[in-house]
């Protein structure tokens, strides 16, 4: 089933949306003895930019419109950051 979707004027958010490229650690659970994976896991996080400072990045997956708050926050340390992209939702 195809819904057919009324194409909306542009809104502006209160939040802009953004992608976060980012190191992780990476942790190994099966016990191998082969060869460390010696290096960061590179992740890549899309949400609602809700602080950017020299802490690090904090969004939120989700956002009520009606001022009822944000729900499905995530913090990233600004070391651990790589690159940062704002999406124009244009």
């Not at 949400?47 to 939120?60: H, M, P, R, T």
């Amino acid at each position: 089933m195809v819904l057919a979707l009324k194409i909306m004027k542009k809104k502006s958010y209160k939040y802009p949306l953004c992608v976060v490229f980012w190191d992780d650690a990476v942790e190994h659970s099966d016990n191998s003895t082969a060869e460390p994976y010696h290096q960061p896991a590179q992740q890549v996080t899309a949400g609602w930019l809700l602080k950017n400072d020299k802490e690090g990045i904090s969004l939120a997956f989700e956002y009520a419109e009606n001022e009822q708050g944000v729900r499905g926050e995530a913090f990233i340390p600004s070391g651990m950051v790589t690159r940062l992209e704002l999406i124009d939702l244009d």
